[in-house]
Structures are given as structure tokens and as C-alpha cells.
């Protein structure tokens, strides 16, 4: 497995659903999307990479997100509002495993990157995406991202499995009084059960398993403006565990109708299936 460095800059790609999309990913535990590689037509699926901001600001410059490839580099249009020198660029799917905010969170930043005697080996500044990180660099870049946001990586070794899992890590309490406010709304507005196959965890389980359900984004995150207050009742629905990983199976997201047709497929093909 092969380590890259992914960029952003602000001035280029105005990531204006940030905010929305690290909700997203806190509260399925991963976010998918694509990413320019530059002209690396190398990477490959199951490869890691870290997306690290940039900038002409004298601040907030370092390592935000993390995960994996999960696709093999593409063509595609570039950021048009980028005033890129070329209009297009290799592309790979990603699903970060972790993101955080440049303007309000601590990064791994790019001064302390610059300086240490490992980190430093690889040149952090370059504004080309899609550059691999040497693999002793790798090492301790990962360590230092682990220690950062007080996570614990996996106990089998990466080159074994390919994949990065097992990921543990507090959430911000910020970000948790938020969703924790619109989700208690959604499910006083739905009630509690899966609103796909109709799971009741409290049903099953009794009051142990009480507000157990995931809380599904109707609206498409891409499509919410930074300034956007999200509607519990209309922007918001009740689901799963299982039916919300189908729904995040694709990129963009299956729809709620859709999945309930898979429902409908499976049982006519398994009648007896639970």
C-alpha cells in the first residue's frame, strides 16, 4: 500500500459544505467523494492518502483529512473555479476516514511538517496533488495524525490488510450538540423506526435499544450552502445502521425510495429471509 498527499486550496476549490460533510462523516463514520490526483495515473485503490490545506494565508496550513482510495485515477474537468492552467486533470474517488476544519480545528501543521527531521524529508508546500509520501515519511506522519486526534489505528499491520480500519476517536462536542439537537427534532417529527424496512430498535430491543436509529440527510450535503439551516423535519429521516451503509453505497446517495426497492427485489427473490 502506497501513501499519497492530496491538496486543497481554498483560493481554488471553495469548500463551502465543509462544515456539513464532517457531520456527515461523524455520524456514518466515513464521507465519499473524489479528489484530483494531479497527473498520477499510479494510485490505486485501497492506497491511503492525507489531503493537506494550502494557501497564500500565514495560517491554518497543514494535514485535515485522511483515508483511502477507492477507485483507479480518471479524467475529469477541473476545479473551473480555480483559474487552473489546465482544464483537466486525473480524478480519484476517496473516502475519508477523517476531516477537520482548517478555520476552528487544530491541523498537523505545515510549519512542524516542514521542520521535523522524518517529516521533513517530503516537500509539504508543492500545490501538485497526487505526490507519493515516502513510506519511512508515511510512518511517522501517521503516528503524528494518530496522536493529533487521539486515535487508535489498527492492530493488524496497514501492508496486510490494505485498508486502513478500526479507526476510534472522541467527537467535537461542537459538532455533537448540533447534530444532537437536529436529530432529536427528526425523530420527534418520524418517530424512531427505520424509515426504509421499518426496524424498531426499541421494539426488538426494549428500552435499552430506545433512539438507536441513524439520522439520513435527504438533501444532498453538495447541494446545502454553508449558510443553509438544515430542516429536521424535511432535510432529515430516520434509518438504520443497515439500510444507511446501502444508502451511502454509491456516490451520490441511493435514494430512500431506491433502497426500498432493493427491499422489495430481495424479498421476492428470499420470501423466507427475515
Given at each position: 500500500?502506497?501513501?499519497?498527499?492530496?491538496?486543497?486550496?481554498?483560493?481554488?476549490?471553495?469548500?463551502?459544505?465543509?462544515?456539513?460533510?464532517?457531520?456527515?462523516?461523524?455520524?456514518?463514520?466515513w464521507l465519499d467523494g473524489s479528489w484530483t490526483c494531479g497527473r498520477n495515473k499510479s494510485i490505486r485503490p485501497g492506497d491511503r492518502f492525507y489531503l493537506i490545506r494550502l494557501g497564500a494565508q500565514t495560517f491554518n496550513k497543514g494535514i485535515v483529512g485522511s483515508g483511502v482510495i477507492t477507485s483507479e485515477p480518471y479524467p475529469g474537468e477541473h476545479w473551473p473555479e480555480g483559474g487552473a492552467s489546465s482544464p483537466t486533470a486525473m480524478f480519484v474517488d476517496v473516502r475519508f476516514d477523517m476531516l477537520l476544519d482548517g478555520e476552528v480545528d487544530r491541523l498537523l501543521d505545515i510549519d512542524m511538517l516542514k521542520s521535523d527531521p522524518v517529516l521533513g524529508q517530503m516537500h509539504w508546500s508543492s500545490q501538485t496533488s497526487g505526490i507519493r509520501i515516502p513510506d519511512a515519511v508515511a510512518e511517522e506522519l501517521q503516528k503524528r495524525w494518530s496522536d493529533l486526534l487521539d486515535v487508535r489505528f489498527p492492530v493488524f499491520p496497514v501492508e496486510d490488510t490494505g485498508f486502513v480500519e478500526g479507526l476510534v476517536r472522541?467527537?467535537?462536542?461542537?459538532?455533537?450538540?448540533?447534530?444532537?439537537a437536529a436529530r432529536r427534532k427528526c425523530i420527534e417529527a418520524h418517530g424512531s423506526a427505520c424509515s426504509v424496512c421499518g426496524f424498531d430498535f426499541a421494539r426488538v430491543y426494549g428500552p435499552v435499544g430506545a433512539n438507536s436509529i441513524h439520522v439520513h440527510?435527504?438533501?444532498?450535503?453538495?447541494?446545502?450552502?454553508?449558510?443553509?439551516?438544515?430542516?429536521?423535519?424535511?432535510?432529515?429521516?430516520?434509518?438504520?445502521?443497515n439500510c444507511h451503509a446501502i444508502i451511502h453505497r454509491r456516490t451520490p446517495c441511493y435514494t430512500i425510495d431506491e433502497v426500498k426497492q432493493f427491499l422489495v427485489a430481495s424479498q421476492a427473490t428470499f420470501p423466507e429471509a427475515p
Open positions: 500500500m502506497a501513501t499519497y498527499l492530496l491538496t486543497w486550496n481554498p483560493k481554488r476549490f471553495d469548500w463551502f459544505d465543509m462544515d456539513e460533510e464532517i457531520a456527515e462523516l461523524e455520524e456514518v463514520g472522541s467527537d467535537r462536542q461542537t459538532q455533537y450538540e448540533r447534530n444532537a440527510h435527504i438533501i444532498p450535503l453538495a447541494d446545502v450552502r454553508r449558510a443553509h439551516q438544515v430542516n429536521p423535519i424535511t432535510d432529515l429521516i430516520p434509518v438504520c445502521p
